[in-house]
């Protein structure tokens, strides 16, 4: 570390080696994404040779269409990654033009990390036990509705991959949330909401026409990484989605597993229509900025000012609301459903809390548990040096910039957030190919290696923002005072940015926790993870084995957002008076 900070040094030729640091670990982070998309094009057209194929041919594609509801799999595909995309996106941009600068804002601020530390599969099974016939919501409704047994309702798995979809929306507002915080400062808000609102717009009409825009172009990136992961999503396509027929990504693993290792050629066929869906579907995003953008402009001109917005307000709540209330309510549910012994319908309570299911689940997940947990923090540690890396080599560029001035190039932005727009199955199993091919044997080693692909695109996000915007008066002072560019950097920023920097590393171990996909293939079945082993559950029906599971793939990310929290305070210790700027 000391010496890669050396490097940054702008001048001479330490100033080059700042210059191309940035770009090279950004190049480091895309490359697996480009080696694996070739390792899984070359099978898609028949070469293979471990497996027999030795010329190009296009027989795995027309196999492919050979599968029957292969279009209504890639349609629900499609389907999953716009319209999770387009709710969450609107969710979040009502709710805070409703409520920028009230405390329901702060609230919703502070409230963030709890659901942040939620991975995706606990969700899916906390919105599976409140919405599934047998769930809670049922059960509140069954003397309302005469109801003694579970409703006959295809809720769970509808064919319209509706409570999938659910999930995703109850999982990725949080997300957006956080980046539109994080972006909100260089909009100017509270200057451009006063000059709007003098004018006579209404609060939302004043943020939506005037902040939003500015925050949207901010969390581009971001949201595009929402529609892709919608659009090619496995485990919580696995626990809430259909199944006759599932949706594309879920088959193309199924065709990856399958015993006939012919199957390959088809599956890497597939994962390029994956790669076809989600470029589709980021395509018809983009069409519909250019259809929201010509829809601002006709408002700006038409000199309506949405004065009277009462009623709106108080609906621009309900989507933020609901998704963290189900995702609360999941857990809670979750930490029931561990604890019950016989709980029958439609008794809102088990009849009896016992230990028993913890006892009988812990002597099987304790080493799931540990790789979980090894993993998730080397890939996080790794993943922050790299990034901290990065932004501070890009930083040093600009020494002379004010706070804030500085921002990634778009070249290395798009190079570090690439493998959160591709698809994972579209590259992962390229790479688990070549993997092969060059002869290694799954590893803890390997697996960490998969997941920091995964882990510093979120790091990065979490973290750009406040390393940029920290005055960098502060150092100057400190070199004022006769202390070196490391010694500032170790005794000046980085205590300053102790709280962005342990939320950095949070995020990324909540990020690896709950891979599965990366976990599934590279590791092969050798290396089980909490992640993958809740998932395999979801097959078993056993709610209080799948209980327990859940929490515990959901504590070790609650633990690391909790030291997070705590960690600052202590560093900050008797200088109450510390703040980053």
Same mark, same amino acid.
């Given at each position: ?249 879920? #088959?193309? &693993?199924?065709?990856?597993?399958? %015993? ?5 050629? $088809? *599956?890497? +066929?597939? @994962? !390029? /229509? ?85 006892? #009988?689940? &812990?002597?099987?997940?304790?080493? %799931? ?5 090894? $993993? *998730?923090? +080397?890939? @996080? !540690? /790794? ?199």
């Amino acid at each position: 570390m000391d010496e890669a900070l050396r490097q940054l040094r702008p001048s001479g030729q330490g100033a080059m080696r700042g210059l191309a640091l940035p770009s090279l670990i950004a190049l480091l982070l895309a490359a697996p994404v480009a080696v694996g998309l070739a390792g899984v094009a070359l099978p898609a057209f028949g070469y293979l040779p471990a497996l027999g194929g030795d010329s190009l041919s296009l027989d795995p594609f027309r196999q492919l269409v050979a599968e029957p509801g292969l279009a209504a799999s890639a349609g629900l595909s499609l389907a999953a990654g716009l319209l999770t995309t387009l709710v969450s996106v609107a969710g979040i941009a009502i709710f805070l033009a409703a409520f920028f600068g009230t405390p329901a804002f702060h609230a919703a601020r502070q409230g963030l990390a709890p659901l942040l530390a939620v991975p995706h599969a606990a969700a899916a099974f906390g919105l599976l036990f409140l919405i599934a016939p047998s769930g809670l919501v049922f059960r509140m409704a069954a003397p309302l509705l005469g109801l003694d047994r579970p409703p006959d309702l295809l809720i769970v798995g509808d064919p319209m991959g509706l409570s999938m979809m659910a999930a995703l929306i109850a999982k990725e507002m949080p997300f957006l949330l956080l980046v539109a915080f994080a972006a909100l400062p260089q909009a100017e808000p509270e200057r451009r909401m006063q000059l709007a609102r003098s004018l006579g717009y209404g609060r939302m009409a004043a943020f939506l026409l005037t902040i939003w825009p500015t925050v949207y172009r901010q969390i581009r990136l971001p949201i595009v990484a929402v529609a892709a992961f919608a659009s090619s999503v496995v485990d919580v396509a696995m626990i809430l989605g259909p199944s006759t027929p599932a949706p594309l990504a879920v #088959r193309l &693993l199924s065709w990856m597993n399958d %015993p006939d290792l012919a199957q390959r050629f $088809v *599956a890497s +066929a597939g @994962a !390029l /229509l994956q790669l076809a869906v989600t470029l589709a579907v980021i395509l018809a995003w983009l069409g519909l900025e250019r259809l929201a953008l010509a829809l601002r402009r006709l408002l700006s001109r038409s000199g309506r000012r949405f004065a009277t917005d009462g009623p709106a307000r108080t609906l621009a709540a309900l989507p933020v609301a609901l998704s963290g209330l189900a995702v609360i309510v999941g857990l809670l549910l979750l930490v029931l459903w561990s604890f019950a012994g016989f709980w029958a319908f439609p008794d809102l309570a088990p009849v009896e809390l016992t230990l028993r299911n913890w006892q #009988r689940a &812990l002597a099987s997940a304790s080493g %799931p548990l540990w790789t979980s947990f090894v $993993v *998730a923090l +080397a890939a @996080a !540690l /790794l993943a922050l040096v790299l990034v901290v890396l990065l932004l501070e080599g890009r930083r040093r560029r600009f020494p002379a910039a004010r706070s804030g001035a500085v921002r990634l190039t778009p070249t290395v932005a798009g190079l570090i957030y690439l493998p959160l727009i591709v698809p994972q199955v579209a590259f992962v199993f390229g790479l688990q190919v070549l993997i092969i091919a060059a002869g290694l044997t799954p590893s803890l080693p390997l697996l960490v290696a998969v997941h920091l692909v995964f882990v510093a695109p979120y790091a990065a996000l979490a973290l750009a923002d406040p390393w940029f915007a920290l005055d960098p008066r502060y150092e100057r002072v400190a070199a004022s005072l006769g202390r070196g560019r490391l010694t500032a950097f170790t005794r000046v920023r980085l205590p300053l940015l102790a709280a962005p920097v342990m939320t950095a590393l949070a995020i990324g171990f909540a990020v690896s926790i709950g891979q599965y996909l990366p976990t599934v293939l590279i590791g092969a079945g050798r290396l089980p993870t909490i992640t993958t082993e809740a998932v395999a559950l979801a097959a078993g029906g056993d709610r209080r084995v799948i209980g327990v599971y859940a929490l515990l793939q959901t504590l070790l990310p609650f633990a690391l957002f909790a030291l997070a929290a705590l960690v600052p305070a202590l560093l900050a210790g008797r200088r109450r008076g510390m703040r980053a700027a």
